[in-house]
């Protein structure tokens, strides 16, 4: 008995002390201090455990980056067995083991044909694009092009948080307040079907505007910048299928760059390693990082082409060089579990036995579809988008935050999700089981169902 009060005493402190000293990311923060926070203390497999004992299934891969599970024994191992050794040295005029390896490791897995030949580390997605779009720029200055300033987005793209993957991102509800302090990009649609006027054409209809837009600024644009396959921050927004080959040879017709975001896709998200691998596209720079560590610790990475790479050679007085790094660039610590993250992916033959799980989800949304509130679903893989919307089909009032009631509501039901706006995600980890799989979409049907 005791210990119970004790537990649900320090739980009551831990949330106080949460509301009174932190500021949550991409969070309304009245609504979160007028609230009861879940405070997680443990994890174990695909579930996450409060501090009060209570058990959720992480619907959501915590944030988009869990792969294999948490307290998973060799990735544990993995970071146990660097601590021993050293957990960080710079990269900065220094080499280390544990970095080399994985680059070794990461460039087959992520090319389609040897392309991909360099691996520049940081810390997070946003970073990885930040570092990717000053890569395309300084390509162009050092190639004797400066002219090419330029770049291209889709409109709902998300590429991360700060000031030059920000000026990528097409989402007015984050973006738009920082437009003053932005560089100026070039949107096109996003080749949704569902939401493009020109539904199962929406893939040709974009490549065409694009066509226009590259002959309008020919010599003007270093790079296109895309979420292959599927739009995650934007609302799990799935492309016309052919839009990333069309695009590709776009790119290469008009000798722009493309830029890959395989942040939120890549790691098994969408059923196979790589989103861009569906299509056999070849990117000219991959950006990398949620699912690289299989969600243990902040690692991301820019891979690029040895053509790129060798645009920055010269003697240092010709300015050819890329000054930018990050203090932890390469940590030794993350390097050591993503390098246990992929072979896992190997050992456990991760993505082969995603197939059946795929079209456990599939089958699951189709029975969702029929409920009055859910107004359209969306599937890549193990990444889903729910829509809901008031029975008569029009949108609900954004102000009502169904969406995020929904979510909690879930919770009831032992789920942790996250929506984006009234857009139930789902994104479970590329490893869970069939079982908990089942359990997940089971429950959030009941959720939606009994929620109306
Ligand atoms: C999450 C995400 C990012 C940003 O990654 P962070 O690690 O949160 O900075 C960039 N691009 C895409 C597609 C993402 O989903």
Known sequence: MTDKVDVSHRSDRLRRTDQRCLWHPFTPMRLWLADEPVVIERGEGFWLIDTDGRRYIDGVSSLWCNVHGHRVEQLDEAIRGQLDKIAHST???????????????????ASIGGELTRVFYSDSGSEAVEIALKI?????????????????????????????????????????????????????????????????NAGEAVLDQLDVVMRTHRGEICAVTVEPLIQGAGGMLTHARGFLQGLRELTRRHDVLLIADEVATGFGRTGRMFACHHEGVACDLMCMAKGLTG???PLAATLTTEEIFEAFLGEPTEGKTFYHGHTYTGNAL???VALASLKRFQTERVIERMAPKIDLITRRLAEMRPLPNVARTRQCGFMVGIDLARAD????????????????????????????????????????????????????TETIDAFF
């Not at 280390?96 to 087959?108: F, G, K, M, Q």
């Not at 300084?138 to 700060?162: C, M, S, V």
């Not at 799989?437 to 959030?444: E, I, N, P, S, T």
């Open 91 to 109: 990269l900065l005029g220094l080499a280390c083991d544990v970095s080399i390896e994985l680059a070794e490791a990461l460039l087959p897995v």
């Open 136 to 200: 395309a720029y300084q390509y162009w200055q050092n190639k004797g092009q400066p002219k090419r300033r330029r770049f291209i987005a889709l409109r709902e793209g998300y590429h991360g948080d700060t000031v030059g993957s920000v000026s990528l991102g097409g989402i007015d509800l984050f973006h738009k307040i920082y437009h003053p302090l932005l560089f100026e990009t070039i949107f096109v649609d996003s080749p949704c079907p569902q939401f493009h006027p020109a539904g199962e």
């Open 295 to 297: 969600g243990y610790l």
């Open 334 to 336: 993350a390097c050591a």
């Open 393 to 444: 089909g029009k949108p609900f009032d954004l102000a009502a935050r169904t969406g995020a009631a929904v979510c909690q509501a879930a919770r009831r039901c032992g789920i942790i999700i996250r929506p984006l706006g009234d857009t139930v995600v789902l994104m479970p980890a590329p490893a869970m089981d069939a079982e908990t799989l089942d359990r997940l979409l089971a429950g959030v």
